[in-house]
Protein backbone atom coordinates (compact mmCIF):
# COMPACT_ATOMS: atom_id res chain seq x y z
CA UNK A 1 0.00 0.00 0.00
CA UNK A 2 1.09 3.56 -0.68
CA UNK A 3 2.31 5.05 2.68
CA UNK A 4 4.81 7.75 1.27
CA UNK A 5 4.67 10.69 -1.43
CA UNK A 6 6.26 9.17 -4.44
CA UNK A 7 8.53 11.37 -5.88
CA UNK A 8 8.24 11.76 -10.01
CA UNK A 9 11.70 10.31 -10.80
CA UNK A 10 10.63 6.73 -8.74
CA UNK A 11 7.63 6.51 -11.40
CA UNK A 12 9.80 4.66 -13.86
CA UNK A 13 7.20 2.38 -15.52
CA UNK A 14 3.54 3.14 -16.46
CA UNK A 15 1.09 0.99 -17.60
CA UNK A 16 -1.97 2.33 -20.32
CA UNK A 17 -4.70 0.28 -20.53
CA UNK A 18 -6.96 0.98 -23.88
CA UNK A 19 -5.18 2.63 -26.53
CA UNK A 20 -8.42 4.61 -27.96
CA UNK A 21 -8.41 8.17 -28.19
CA UNK A 22 -7.21 9.06 -24.81
CA UNK A 23 -4.92 6.11 -24.03
CA UNK A 24 -3.08 6.40 -26.85
CA UNK A 25 -2.44 9.68 -25.92
CA UNK A 26 -1.53 9.59 -22.44
CA UNK A 27 0.82 6.65 -23.23
CA UNK A 28 2.53 9.58 -25.73
CA UNK A 29 2.76 11.69 -23.30
CA UNK A 30 4.41 9.77 -20.43
CA UNK A 31 6.50 8.01 -23.22
CA UNK A 32 7.51 11.27 -23.84
CA UNK A 33 8.62 11.91 -20.50
CA UNK A 34 11.25 9.71 -20.45
CA UNK A 35 9.39 7.31 -18.54
CA UNK A 36 8.89 3.09 -19.38
CA UNK A 37 5.20 2.75 -20.94
CA UNK A 38 3.78 -0.35 -21.22
CA UNK A 39 0.85 0.03 -23.65
CA UNK A 40 -2.13 -2.30 -23.23
CA UNK A 41 -5.55 -2.95 -25.54
CA UNK A 42 -7.88 -6.03 -25.58
CA UNK A 43 -6.10 -7.65 -28.77
CA UNK A 44 -3.58 -7.23 -31.56
CA UNK A 45 -5.96 -5.84 -33.51
CA UNK A 46 -6.94 -2.72 -31.30
CA UNK A 47 -3.21 -2.98 -30.11
CA UNK A 48 -2.32 -2.20 -34.11
CA UNK A 49 -4.54 0.37 -33.70
CA UNK A 50 -3.66 2.17 -30.77
CA UNK A 51 0.01 2.44 -31.34
CA UNK A 52 -0.40 3.12 -35.51
CA UNK A 53 -2.18 6.43 -33.68
CA UNK A 54 0.66 6.95 -30.96
CA UNK A 55 3.03 6.91 -34.16
CA UNK A 56 1.03 9.30 -36.39
CA UNK A 57 0.73 11.41 -33.11
CA UNK A 58 4.70 11.39 -32.99
CA UNK A 59 5.23 11.61 -37.00
CA UNK A 60 3.37 14.39 -36.83
CA UNK A 61 5.20 16.31 -34.30
CA UNK A 62 8.65 15.08 -36.45
CA UNK A 63 7.20 16.55 -39.68
CA UNK A 64 6.24 19.74 -37.78
CA UNK A 65 9.78 20.54 -36.49
CA UNK A 66 8.91 19.67 -32.77
CA UNK A 67 10.71 16.44 -32.32
CA UNK A 68 13.46 14.35 -33.74
CA UNK A 69 13.41 11.73 -35.57
CA UNK A 70 16.01 10.27 -32.72
CA UNK A 71 13.90 11.42 -30.31
CA UNK A 72 10.60 9.83 -31.79
CA UNK A 73 12.59 6.57 -32.16
CA UNK A 74 13.85 6.27 -28.59
CA UNK A 75 9.89 7.09 -27.24
CA UNK A 76 8.54 4.39 -28.90
CA UNK A 77 11.23 2.26 -27.88
CA UNK A 78 10.36 2.63 -24.88
CA UNK A 79 7.01 1.71 -25.08
CA UNK A 80 5.99 -2.14 -24.44
CA UNK A 81 2.80 -2.80 -27.06
CA UNK A 82 1.03 -5.80 -25.28
CA UNK A 83 -2.58 -7.74 -25.18
CA UNK A 84 -1.57 -9.66 -21.89
CA UNK A 85 -2.78 -7.09 -19.46
CA UNK A 86 -1.52 -9.08 -16.06
CA UNK A 87 2.07 -9.60 -17.28
CA UNK A 88 2.12 -6.20 -18.74
CA UNK A 89 1.38 -4.32 -15.05
CA UNK A 90 2.85 -6.57 -13.32
CA UNK A 91 6.21 -4.14 -13.06
CA UNK A 92 4.05 -0.30 -13.58
CA UNK A 93 4.71 1.88 -10.30
CA UNK A 94 1.35 3.69 -11.76
CA UNK A 95 -1.80 2.04 -13.89
CA UNK A 96 -3.79 4.32 -16.26
CA UNK A 97 -6.93 2.83 -17.46
CA UNK A 98 -8.86 4.50 -20.33
CA UNK A 99 -10.87 1.91 -21.43
CA UNK A 100 -14.07 2.87 -22.23
CA UNK A 101 -17.33 4.53 -20.15
CA UNK A 102 -18.65 1.69 -18.69
CA UNK A 103 -18.94 0.68 -14.96
CA UNK A 104 -18.96 -2.74 -15.21
CA UNK A 105 -15.92 -2.85 -17.77
CA UNK A 106 -13.85 -0.77 -14.97
CA UNK A 107 -14.52 -2.79 -12.50
CA UNK A 108 -13.96 -6.29 -13.95
CA UNK A 109 -10.36 -4.72 -14.99
CA UNK A 110 -9.76 -3.68 -11.68
CA UNK A 111 -10.62 -6.77 -10.37
CA UNK A 112 -8.19 -7.70 -12.48
CA UNK A 113 -5.47 -5.63 -11.80
CA UNK A 114 -5.99 -6.31 -8.06
CA UNK A 115 -4.44 -9.82 -8.73
CA UNK A 116 -2.04 -8.38 -11.11
CA UNK A 117 -0.43 -5.37 -10.24
CA UNK A 118 2.29 -5.11 -6.89
CA UNK A 119 0.46 -4.28 -3.63
CA UNK A 120 2.13 -0.89 -3.67
CA UNK A 121 1.36 0.29 -7.22
CA UNK A 122 -0.86 3.53 -7.90
CA UNK A 123 -4.23 2.72 -9.66
CA UNK A 124 -5.44 5.39 -11.89
CA UNK A 125 -8.67 6.09 -13.72
CA UNK A 126 -9.02 8.48 -16.86
CA UNK A 127 -13.08 8.32 -16.53
CA UNK A 128 -14.90 11.40 -17.34
CA UNK A 129 -18.46 10.52 -15.53
CA UNK A 130 -18.20 7.24 -13.50
CA UNK A 131 -18.31 7.27 -9.67
CA UNK A 132 -14.31 6.95 -9.50
CA UNK A 133 -15.81 5.57 -5.59
CA UNK A 134 -17.40 2.92 -6.71
CA UNK A 135 -14.39 1.76 -9.05
CA UNK A 136 -12.29 2.24 -5.79
CA UNK A 137 -15.14 0.83 -3.12
CA UNK A 138 -14.54 -3.01 -5.17
CA UNK A 139 -10.52 -2.68 -4.56
CA UNK A 140 -7.86 -4.37 -2.29
CA UNK A 141 -6.34 -1.04 -1.35
CA UNK A 142 -8.69 1.75 -2.49
CA UNK A 143 -6.36 4.17 -0.82
CA UNK A 144 -3.90 3.23 -3.42
CA UNK A 145 -7.11 4.38 -6.30
CA UNK A 146 -7.45 8.13 -7.35
CA UNK A 147 -8.90 9.84 -10.94
CA UNK A 148 -6.46 11.37 -13.51
CA UNK A 149 -8.51 12.72 -15.86
CA UNK A 150 -6.83 14.09 -18.95
CA UNK A 151 -8.13 16.50 -21.76
CA UNK A 152 -8.09 15.30 -25.45
CA UNK A 153 -5.69 15.59 -27.32
CA UNK A 154 -3.99 14.94 -24.03
CA UNK A 155 -0.36 15.31 -25.22
CA UNK A 156 -1.66 19.13 -25.91
CA UNK A 157 -4.24 20.29 -23.10
CA UNK A 158 -2.48 21.38 -20.04
CA UNK A 159 -5.39 20.06 -17.43
CA UNK A 160 -5.55 17.33 -15.35
CA UNK A 161 -7.87 16.79 -12.49
CA UNK A 162 -6.39 14.64 -9.89
CA UNK A 163 -9.42 13.63 -7.97
CA UNK A 164 -9.83 11.72 -4.71
CA UNK A 165 -12.42 9.66 -3.17
CA UNK A 166 -12.96 9.07 0.59
CA UNK A 167 -10.59 6.45 0.41
CA UNK A 168 -7.92 7.65 -1.21
CA UNK A 169 -4.83 8.54 0.91
CA UNK A 170 -3.42 12.02 0.60
CA UNK A 171 -0.14 10.35 -0.38
CA UNK A 172 -1.58 9.11 -3.76
CA UNK A 173 -3.79 12.42 -4.74
CA UNK A 174 -0.39 14.25 -4.07
CA UNK A 175 2.02 11.66 -5.82
CA UNK A 176 -0.14 11.98 -8.60
CA UNK A 177 -0.16 16.11 -8.49
CA UNK A 178 3.15 16.02 -8.59
CA UNK A 179 3.93 13.30 -11.82
CA UNK A 180 1.29 15.81 -13.20
CA UNK A 181 3.19 18.55 -13.04
CA UNK A 182 6.40 16.80 -14.30
CA UNK A 183 4.23 15.47 -17.62
CA UNK A 184 4.41 19.69 -17.84
CA UNK A 185 0.57 19.99 -16.89
CA UNK A 186 -1.26 21.62 -14.43
CA UNK A 187 -2.97 19.23 -11.59
CA UNK A 188 -6.23 20.49 -9.92
CA UNK A 189 -6.82 18.71 -7.13
CA UNK A 190 -10.34 17.91 -6.55
CA UNK A 191 -12.88 15.19 -4.71
CA UNK A 192 -15.21 12.08 -6.41
CA UNK A 193 -17.91 14.47 -7.27
CA UNK A 194 -19.89 13.96 -10.45
CA UNK A 195 -18.43 16.36 -13.64
CA UNK A 196 -15.18 17.49 -11.55
CA UNK A 197 -14.91 21.08 -12.18
CA UNK A 198 -15.12 20.88 -16.12
CA UNK A 199 -17.54 18.99 -17.34
CA UNK A 200 -19.98 20.00 -14.45
CA UNK A 201 -19.56 24.07 -15.81
CA UNK A 202 -18.94 22.71 -19.72
CA UNK A 203 -22.08 20.33 -20.16
CA UNK A 204 -24.46 22.40 -18.75
CA UNK A 205 -23.87 25.09 -20.41
CA UNK A 206 -23.67 23.38 -23.57
CA UNK A 207 -27.30 21.57 -23.09
CA UNK A 208 -28.35 25.83 -22.29
CA UNK A 209 -27.36 26.62 -25.85
CA UNK A 210 -29.29 23.47 -27.05
CA UNK A 211 -32.27 24.96 -25.47
CA UNK A 212 -32.13 28.36 -26.66
CA UNK A 213 -32.13 26.63 -30.18
CA UNK A 214 -34.87 24.83 -29.89
CA UNK A 215 -36.86 27.37 -28.45
CA UNK A 216 -35.72 29.44 -31.64
CA UNK A 217 -33.85 31.91 -29.27
CA UNK A 218 -31.54 32.12 -32.37
CA UNK A 219 -29.95 30.19 -35.14
CA UNK A 220 -27.44 27.87 -34.57
CA UNK A 221 -24.89 29.86 -36.44
CA UNK A 222 -25.71 33.02 -34.28
CA UNK A 223 -25.54 30.92 -30.69
CA UNK A 224 -22.24 30.06 -31.74
CA UNK A 225 -21.06 33.44 -32.72
CA UNK A 226 -22.34 34.29 -29.80
CA UNK A 227 -19.79 32.93 -27.69
CA UNK A 228 -17.50 32.90 -29.85
CA UNK A 229 -16.94 36.13 -30.13
CA UNK A 230 -18.96 37.39 -27.59
CA UNK A 231 -17.61 35.64 -24.62
CA UNK A 232 -13.96 34.95 -26.67
CA UNK A 233 -14.32 31.28 -26.46
CA UNK A 234 -12.83 29.05 -29.26
CA UNK A 235 -15.54 27.54 -30.49
CA UNK A 236 -19.23 28.25 -30.25
CA UNK A 237 -21.32 25.51 -27.60
CA UNK A 238 -22.92 23.29 -30.92
CA UNK A 239 -19.76 22.65 -32.78
CA UNK A 240 -18.58 22.17 -29.25
CA UNK A 241 -21.05 19.43 -28.60
CA UNK A 242 -20.55 18.04 -32.56
CA UNK A 243 -16.99 17.71 -31.57
CA UNK A 244 -17.37 16.05 -28.05
CA UNK A 245 -20.16 13.86 -29.25
CA UNK A 246 -23.84 14.32 -28.69
CA UNK A 247 -24.07 11.27 -27.05
CA UNK A 248 -21.10 11.51 -24.73
CA UNK A 249 -22.49 15.05 -23.50
CA UNK A 250 -25.76 13.38 -22.65
CA UNK A 251 -24.44 10.59 -20.69
CA UNK A 252 -22.37 13.74 -18.42
CA UNK A 253 -25.65 15.42 -17.90
CA UNK A 254 -27.41 12.55 -16.94
CA UNK A 255 -24.73 11.29 -14.41
CA UNK A 256 -25.24 15.12 -13.35
CA UNK A 257 -28.45 15.30 -13.08
CA UNK A 258 -28.68 11.52 -11.29
CA UNK A 259 -26.39 13.52 -8.76
CA UNK A 260 -27.69 17.28 -8.00
CA UNK A 261 -31.29 17.00 -9.78
CA UNK A 262 -32.90 20.48 -10.91
CA UNK A 263 -33.83 21.69 -14.00
CA UNK A 264 -30.25 22.65 -14.85
CA UNK A 265 -29.15 19.48 -15.96
CA UNK A 266 -32.45 18.02 -17.33
CA UNK A 267 -30.79 17.21 -20.72
CA UNK A 268 -32.77 18.94 -23.51
CA UNK A 269 -35.20 17.28 -25.69
CA UNK A 270 -33.80 18.50 -28.85
CA UNK A 271 -30.50 16.94 -27.36
CA UNK A 272 -31.78 13.84 -27.01
CA UNK A 273 -33.78 13.53 -29.61
CA UNK A 274 -30.52 14.07 -32.22
CA UNK A 275 -28.89 11.07 -29.79
CA UNK A 276 -32.19 8.59 -30.90
CA UNK A 277 -31.79 9.62 -34.16
CA UNK A 278 -27.89 8.84 -33.95
CA UNK A 279 -26.73 12.35 -35.37
CA UNK A 280 -23.65 12.12 -32.77
CA UNK A 281 -21.70 14.92 -34.21
CA UNK A 282 -18.98 15.14 -36.06
CA UNK A 283 -18.17 11.34 -35.38
CA UNK A 284 -21.75 9.89 -37.73
CA UNK A 285 -21.17 12.90 -39.63
CA UNK A 286 -24.10 14.60 -38.94
CA UNK A 287 -25.02 16.11 -35.46
CA UNK A 288 -26.37 19.79 -35.61
CA UNK A 289 -23.90 20.93 -38.20
CA UNK A 290 -23.72 18.75 -41.47
CA UNK A 291 -19.85 17.55 -41.97
CA UNK A 292 -20.88 15.42 -45.08
CA UNK A 293 -21.43 18.27 -47.55
CA UNK A 294 -20.44 22.04 -47.58
CA UNK A 295 -24.07 23.54 -46.46
CA UNK A 296 -24.96 26.44 -48.69
CA UNK A 297 -25.08 29.77 -47.60
CA UNK A 298 -29.04 30.05 -47.32
CA UNK A 299 -29.12 33.45 -47.34
CA UNK A 300 -27.38 36.50 -48.21
CA UNK A 301 -27.89 39.27 -45.62
CA UNK A 302 -26.41 42.02 -46.92
CA UNK A 303 -28.95 41.67 -50.04
CA UNK A 304 -31.89 42.84 -47.83
CA UNK A 305 -32.90 46.09 -49.09
CA UNK A 306 -31.59 48.74 -46.75
CA UNK A 307 -34.10 51.29 -45.19
CA UNK A 308 -33.75 54.46 -46.72
CA UNK A 309 -34.18 56.30 -42.67
CA UNK A 310 -33.66 54.71 -39.83
CA UNK A 311 -34.48 56.44 -36.23
CA UNK A 312 -31.87 56.16 -33.24
CA UNK A 313 -33.27 56.38 -30.29
CA UNK A 314 -30.51 57.95 -28.24
CA UNK A 315 -29.72 57.52 -24.56
CA UNK A 316 -28.60 60.02 -22.02
CA UNK A 317 -25.24 58.00 -21.49
CA UNK A 318 -24.34 58.14 -25.15
CA UNK A 319 -24.33 54.89 -26.04
CA UNK A 320 -25.80 54.41 -29.01
CA UNK A 321 -24.27 57.72 -30.48
CA UNK A 322 -21.21 56.24 -32.38
CA UNK A 323 -23.74 54.10 -34.21
CA UNK A 324 -25.86 56.82 -35.09
CA UNK A 325 -22.61 58.80 -36.54
CA UNK A 326 -21.90 55.31 -38.70
CA UNK A 327 -25.51 54.64 -39.63
CA UNK A 328 -24.74 58.47 -41.30
CA UNK A 329 -21.66 58.01 -42.09
CA UNK A 330 -22.84 55.27 -44.06
CA UNK A 331 -25.31 57.45 -46.05
CA UNK A 332 -28.62 56.59 -44.28
CA UNK A 333 -30.76 59.25 -43.40
CA UNK A 334 -30.95 58.99 -39.13
CA UNK A 335 -33.89 60.99 -36.99
CA UNK A 336 -34.22 61.16 -33.30
CA UNK A 337 -37.78 59.77 -33.58
CA UNK A 338 -39.80 57.38 -36.12
CA UNK A 339 -41.75 59.30 -38.56
CA UNK A 340 -43.65 57.20 -41.54
CA UNK A 341 -41.12 57.28 -43.85
CA UNK A 342 -38.89 55.60 -41.25
CA UNK A 343 -37.71 51.80 -41.92
CA UNK A 344 -36.43 50.83 -39.01
CA UNK A 345 -36.38 51.95 -35.46
CA UNK A 346 -33.16 51.42 -33.17
CA UNK A 347 -33.24 51.38 -29.40
CA UNK A 348 -30.58 50.32 -26.51
CA UNK A 349 -31.19 47.31 -25.70
CA UNK A 350 -30.37 45.98 -22.22
CA UNK A 351 -30.08 42.05 -20.96
CA UNK A 352 -31.96 42.95 -17.80
CA UNK A 353 -35.09 44.58 -19.81
CA UNK A 354 -37.23 43.62 -22.31
CA UNK A 355 -36.76 45.35 -25.69
CA UNK A 356 -40.47 45.21 -26.32
CA UNK A 357 -41.01 48.05 -23.19
CA UNK A 358 -38.63 50.47 -25.34
CA UNK A 359 -40.47 49.53 -28.36
CA UNK A 360 -44.22 50.45 -27.34
CA UNK A 361 -42.94 53.28 -25.78
CA UNK A 362 -41.60 54.98 -29.14
CA UNK A 363 -43.99 53.51 -31.04
CA UNK A 364 -43.54 51.67 -34.70
CA UNK A 365 -42.99 48.59 -32.66
CA UNK A 366 -43.15 46.42 -36.00
CA UNK A 367 -40.05 48.01 -36.99
CA UNK A 368 -38.07 48.46 -33.83
CA UNK A 369 -35.07 46.36 -33.16
CA UNK A 370 -32.79 46.58 -29.89
CA UNK A 371 -29.07 46.69 -30.25
CA UNK A 372 -26.91 45.62 -27.76
CA UNK A 373 -23.22 46.05 -27.75
CA UNK A 374 -20.66 43.25 -25.68
CA UNK A 375 -17.88 45.07 -24.43
CA UNK A 376 -15.19 44.01 -26.14
CA UNK A 377 -12.47 45.79 -23.65
CA UNK A 378 -10.99 49.35 -23.38
CA UNK A 379 -14.25 51.01 -24.25
CA UNK A 380 -14.53 49.14 -27.49
CA UNK A 381 -17.50 47.96 -29.35
CA UNK A 382 -17.46 44.24 -29.68
CA UNK A 383 -20.75 41.45 -31.13
CA UNK A 384 -23.31 43.41 -31.63
CA UNK A 385 -26.72 41.63 -30.38
CA UNK A 386 -29.61 42.69 -33.01
CA UNK A 387 -32.60 41.89 -30.30
CA UNK A 388 -36.19 41.47 -31.68
CA UNK A 389 -39.56 41.63 -30.10
CA UNK A 390 -41.81 39.15 -31.09
CA UNK A 391 -43.86 41.74 -32.21
CA UNK A 392 -42.15 43.11 -35.12
CA UNK A 393 -42.54 42.64 -38.39
CA UNK A 394 -41.33 39.83 -40.46
CA UNK A 395 -38.85 41.82 -42.54
CA UNK A 396 -37.35 44.07 -39.78
CA UNK A 397 -35.08 41.53 -38.83
CA UNK A 398 -33.50 41.37 -42.39
CA UNK A 399 -33.23 45.08 -42.46
CA UNK A 400 -31.48 44.93 -39.17
CA UNK A 401 -28.78 42.60 -40.02
CA UNK A 402 -28.63 44.33 -43.53
CA UNK A 403 -27.67 47.54 -42.03
CA UNK A 404 -25.18 45.39 -39.72
CA UNK A 405 -23.23 44.13 -42.79
CA UNK A 406 -23.13 47.46 -44.26
CA UNK A 407 -21.67 49.10 -41.23
CA UNK A 408 -19.26 46.09 -40.72
CA UNK A 409 -20.53 45.31 -37.27
CA UNK A 410 -20.05 41.33 -35.96
CA UNK A 411 -23.63 40.74 -35.13
CA UNK A 412 -25.93 37.87 -34.08
CA UNK A 413 -29.73 38.46 -33.79
CA UNK A 414 -31.58 37.47 -30.50
CA UNK A 415 -35.15 37.35 -29.23
CA UNK A 416 -36.14 39.29 -26.84
CA UNK A 417 -35.63 37.36 -24.16
CA UNK A 418 -33.61 38.11 -20.81
CA UNK A 419 -30.10 37.94 -20.97
CA UNK A 420 -30.28 37.91 -24.99
CA UNK A 421 -27.73 34.83 -26.20
CA UNK A 422 -24.32 35.92 -24.81
CA UNK A 423 -25.00 36.96 -21.10
CA UNK A 424 -28.17 34.49 -20.92
CA UNK A 425 -25.45 31.46 -21.93
CA UNK A 426 -22.46 33.13 -19.58
CA UNK A 427 -24.43 34.23 -16.57
CA UNK A 428 -25.82 30.83 -16.30
CA UNK A 429 -22.26 29.07 -15.88
CA UNK A 430 -21.02 32.11 -14.07
CA UNK A 431 -23.65 30.96 -11.40
CA UNK A 432 -22.93 27.14 -11.72
CA UNK A 433 -19.13 28.45 -11.00
CA UNK A 434 -20.45 30.22 -7.70
CA UNK A 435 -22.01 27.30 -6.77
CA UNK A 436 -19.07 25.25 -7.19
CA UNK A 437 -16.99 27.77 -4.74
CA UNK A 438 -20.00 28.02 -2.57
CA UNK A 439 -20.52 24.07 -1.65
CA UNK A 440 -16.72 23.98 -0.64
CA UNK A 441 -15.73 22.05 -3.89
CA UNK A 442 -13.04 24.07 -5.61
CA UNK A 443 -11.50 27.64 -5.55
CA UNK A 444 -12.02 30.57 -7.67
CA UNK A 445 -8.42 30.22 -8.24
CA UNK A 446 -9.10 26.12 -9.39
CA UNK A 447 -12.19 26.95 -10.77
CA UNK A 448 -10.88 29.59 -13.24
CA UNK A 449 -7.76 27.56 -13.76
CA UNK A 450 -9.89 24.72 -15.05
CA UNK A 451 -11.71 26.35 -17.82
CA UNK A 452 -8.53 27.65 -18.89
CA UNK A 453 -6.61 25.00 -19.34
CA UNK A 454 -9.61 22.45 -19.78
CA UNK A 455 -11.20 24.72 -22.62
CA UNK A 456 -9.34 27.16 -23.75
CA UNK A 457 -11.07 29.65 -21.97
CA UNK A 458 -9.38 33.05 -22.14
CA UNK A 459 -10.79 34.03 -18.85
CA UNK A 460 -11.94 31.97 -16.04
CA UNK A 461 -15.45 32.11 -15.54
CA UNK A 462 -14.95 33.72 -12.08
CA UNK A 463 -12.96 36.53 -13.46
CA UNK A 464 -15.15 36.93 -16.30
CA UNK A 465 -18.05 37.54 -13.48
CA UNK A 466 -15.82 39.98 -11.80
CA UNK A 467 -15.50 41.69 -14.90
CA UNK A 468 -19.20 41.75 -15.57
CA UNK A 469 -19.61 43.07 -11.89
CA UNK A 470 -21.52 40.26 -9.58
CA UNK A 471 -24.17 43.45 -9.54
CA UNK A 472 -24.73 43.20 -12.87
CA UNK A 473 -24.89 39.67 -13.29
CA UNK A 474 -27.38 38.97 -10.18
CA UNK A 475 -30.04 41.63 -11.77
CA UNK A 476 -29.68 40.04 -15.04
CA UNK A 477 -29.63 36.36 -13.80
CA UNK A 478 -32.98 37.49 -11.90
CA UNK A 479 -34.49 38.70 -15.22
CA UNK A 480 -33.34 35.16 -17.01
CA UNK A 481 -35.27 34.00 -13.75
CA UNK A 482 -38.45 35.98 -13.49
CA UNK A 483 -38.84 35.68 -17.71
CA UNK A 484 -38.70 31.56 -17.49
CA UNK A 485 -39.49 30.55 -14.00
CA UNK A 486 -37.01 28.17 -14.17
CA UNK A 487 -35.24 28.07 -10.33
CA UNK A 488 -31.44 27.40 -12.04
CA UNK A 489 -31.28 30.83 -12.87
CA UNK A 490 -31.53 31.87 -9.62
CA UNK A 491 -28.53 33.58 -8.12
CA UNK A 492 -26.95 31.26 -5.64
CA UNK A 493 -26.79 33.03 -2.33
CA UNK A 494 -23.45 33.51 -2.07
CA UNK A 495 -23.60 35.28 -5.40
CA UNK A 496 -26.39 37.74 -4.20
CA UNK A 497 -24.39 38.04 -1.15
CA UNK A 498 -21.06 39.18 -2.82
CA UNK A 499 -23.02 41.60 -5.23
CA UNK A 500 -24.52 43.28 -1.75
CA UNK A 501 -20.95 43.55 -0.09
CA UNK A 502 -19.59 44.53 -3.37
CA UNK A 503 -16.84 41.97 -2.67
CA UNK A 504 -14.89 40.59 -5.63
CA UNK A 505 -14.33 36.92 -6.63
CA UNK A 506 -10.71 36.74 -7.93
CA UNK A 507 -9.07 40.02 -6.07
P1 LIG B 1 -12.11 4.89 -26.83
O1 LIG B 1 -13.30 4.10 -27.12
O2 LIG B 1 -11.52 5.75 -27.91
O3 LIG B 1 -10.93 3.91 -26.35
C1 LIG B 1 -11.11 2.87 -25.43
C2 LIG B 1 -10.13 1.76 -25.78
O4 LIG B 1 -10.13 0.81 -24.72
C3 LIG B 1 -10.51 1.01 -27.05
O5 LIG B 1 -9.41 1.04 -27.93
C4 LIG B 1 -10.81 -0.41 -26.57
O6 LIG B 1 -10.38 -1.41 -27.47
C5 LIG B 1 -10.02 -0.48 -25.31
N1 LIG B 1 -10.53 -1.44 -24.33
C6 LIG B 1 -11.79 -1.80 -24.07
N2 LIG B 1 -11.83 -2.67 -23.04
C7 LIG B 1 -10.56 -2.88 -22.67
C8 LIG B 1 -9.95 -3.67 -21.68
N3 LIG B 1 -10.68 -4.41 -20.84
N4 LIG B 1 -8.62 -3.66 -21.60
C9 LIG B 1 -7.87 -2.91 -22.43
N5 LIG B 1 -8.41 -2.10 -23.38
C10 LIG B 1 -9.73 -2.10 -23.49
O7 LIG B 1 -12.44 5.76 -25.55
P2 LIG B 1 -11.80 7.17 -25.09
O8 LIG B 1 -12.58 8.28 -25.68
O9 LIG B 1 -10.34 7.11 -25.24
O10 LIG B 1 -12.19 7.15 -23.52
C11 LIG B 1 -11.52 6.32 -22.62
C12 LIG B 1 -11.79 6.82 -21.21
O11 LIG B 1 -11.31 8.17 -21.11
C13 LIG B 1 -13.25 6.85 -20.80
O12 LIG B 1 -13.34 6.55 -19.44
C14 LIG B 1 -13.64 8.28 -21.06
O13 LIG B 1 -14.71 8.71 -20.26
C15 LIG B 1 -12.38 9.01 -20.68
N6 LIG B 1 -12.18 10.33 -21.28
C16 LIG B 1 -12.50 10.57 -22.58
C17 LIG B 1 -12.27 11.84 -23.12
C18 LIG B 1 -12.60 12.12 -24.56
O14 LIG B 1 -12.57 13.31 -24.96
N7 LIG B 1 -12.87 11.13 -25.37
C19 LIG B 1 -11.71 12.84 -22.34
C20 LIG B 1 -11.35 12.57 -21.02
C21 LIG B 1 -11.60 11.30 -20.50
Redesign the pocket.
Known amino acids: MTSSVIQPADIREVAV???????SGIAELVGRSGRRVVA???NQT?LD??MARLRASLDKAVSRGKLTDTSRDEILARIRPTDD?PAGVAGADLVI?????RME??R??FDQLDEACRADAILA??????SITEIAGGTRYPPRVAGL????PAPVMKLVEVISTVLTSPETAETLALLSRDLRKTPVQVSDRAGFIVNALLVPYLNHAVRLLETAQATREDIDKAANLGLGLPMGPLTLLDL??LD?SLAVLEVLQAEFGGTRYAPAPLLRRLCDARLFGRKSGRGFYDYRHSTPVAHDPASAPLPAEVAVIREPDGRLDELARDIAAAGISVVPQPSPETGLVIVAADPEHRVLDAALTVGHSADVVGIHFIDAGDGKRGLAELVLPDVTAAGTAAKATALAVKLSLDAVTSRDRPGFLTEALAYAQFNDAVRMFQDGYASPADIDTAMMLGCGYPRGPLQMLDDAGPARVVSVLEAMHAATGDQAFTPVPLLAEYATAGIRFRS
Do not use: R, Y
Request: aromatic share 8%.
Open positions: IGLGLMGIEIFQGIEAIPELKTLTNTSSLHFFNIGT
